[in-house]
């Protein structure tokens, strides 16, 4: 089925109108309408070859939600009328032992991305800056009715990102836990830490956001621009989750975590990230990094989520501004997901 889209010709090219094909419904499928699509950092790089060389023409997207609108004979965990998401896997090996712990985003033999990856009948995936996507129901998440329609989009990548690493580094009552940059995952990730209990850090380049940081649980909020405020941090927290998407003087910030503390990179720079070792040393310090979220984890943060009240800040708008909203994120200029109605795909 041919369905309207956003897609970019080249790494250069702008996002345009166009059709994509979607496959037909097999017997473990689930067609979305998809009703918002939110835009990832991620989108960017890919688009722009940043990462790496991706198929073109090719339509990002995988902060998606939408309505079921039709299942094949075998689904059993969606009917019609649901509403679903999807984040940024469509499939996996299965098989491999980190499927079968349920961390299909380390599949070992590769998961399958919701776009730019390759799907099971050898055509490339393509996201969700589109009207319909078709998607096996193992990969699809059940959206709790009690979160806004409009809002849940980003949770599918933005939430998962930050909640995977706070969840697993048992960020909690009695932990102190910074925040690097307040974008999308990074307003995210304040208030999922806030709403687990932990003690909220933001370190952002200016104090421009630090009302919204504060209204979002924030418990104290520094500008990194400022030259004392690594001086006044050192040693100080147990967990630091990084979301920036440029390179950082990784020292700065290493400096800042206490003894066993560590510092989780999620922000995706194309560039590597030089680290001093002895800076490790000093307070047996870990350096990490963390990707998405599993299927169960995923629907155990949207439920989280859900209890909790939690939803990202998203400026809405229609298809034809993707672009525009493209040059925002890159100049930090989103408060604090943009997100996509997919009736403007039409
Ligand atoms: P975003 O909305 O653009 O947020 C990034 C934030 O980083 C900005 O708001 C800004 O915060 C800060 N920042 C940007 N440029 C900076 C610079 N040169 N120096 C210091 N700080 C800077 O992006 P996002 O969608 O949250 O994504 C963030 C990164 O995570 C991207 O690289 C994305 O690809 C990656 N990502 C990774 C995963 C994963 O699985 N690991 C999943 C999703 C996204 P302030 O204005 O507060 O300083
Ligand atoms: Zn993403
Ligand atoms: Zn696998």
Redesign the pocket.
């Known amino acids: 089925m041919h369905v309207n889209a956003y897609a970019a010709k080249s790494a250069t090219s702008p996002l345009e109108p166009t059709t994509i094909e979607r496959r037909a419904v097999g017997p473990a499928d689930v067609l979305i309408d998809i009703a918002y699509a939110g835009i990832?950092?991620?989108d960017i790089?890919t688009i722009r070859g940043e990462w790496g060389d991706v198929p073109y023409p090719l339509t990002v997207g995988h902060e998606i939600v939408g309505t079921v609108a039709e299942v094949g004979s075998d689904v059993t965990k969606y009917a019609v009328g649901d509403r679903v998401g999807v984040g940024?896997m469509v499939n996996s090996c299965r098989e491999c032992a980190n499927c079968l712990a349920g961390e299909e985003q380390y599949c070992l033999n590769g998961n399958v991305g919701t776009y730019a990856g390759i799907d099971r009948d050898g055509t490339v995936t393509q996201g969700g800056y589109s009207e319909k996507i078709v998607v096996d129901q193992d990969f699809v998440l059940r959206v709790p009715e009690s979160i806004p329609y409009e809002k849940a989009a980003p949770l599918l990548?933005?939430g998962i990102?930050t909640y995977s690493p706070l969840n697993h580094w048992n960020a909690g009552p009695g932990k102190k836990v910074a925040i690097?940059?307040?974008?999308?995952?990074?307003h995210m990730a304040v208030k999922i830490a806030h709403a687990m209990g932990a003690e909220v850090t933001?370190l952002?380049?200016?104090l421009s956001?630090k009302d919204d940081g504060l209204a979002m649980g924030a418990d104290h909020y520094y500008a990194?621009s400022d030259p004392e405020t690594f001086d006044k941090l050192k040693n100080t927290f147990d967990l630091i989750v990084n979301?920036?998407?440029?390179p950082?003087d990784l020292k700065q910030y290493l400096g800042t975590l206490t003894l066993d503390g560590t510092m989780v990179n999620?922000?995706?720079?194309p560039e590597p990230l030089p680290i001093q070792v002895f800076t490790l040393f000093n307070n047996r310090r870990s350096f990490a990094?963390?990707?998405?979220g599993g299927i169960r984890e995923t629907q155990e943060m949207l439920d989280f989520c859900a209890e909790h009240g939690i939803a990202p800040e998203i400026e809405l708008i229609s298809a034809e501004q993707i672009n525009e909203a493209y040059e925002r994120?890159?100049k930090?200029d989103?408060r604090?997901?943009f997100v996509i109605d997919a009736a403007t795909f039409a």
């Open positions: 990832c950092h991620s790089h940024c990548c933005a990102t690097v940059g307040l974008g999308g995952l990074g933001v952002s380049q200016t956001k990194t979301t920036v998407s440029a950082l999620v922000g995706a720079p990094g963390s990707s998405i994120v890159l930090s989103v604090f997901r």
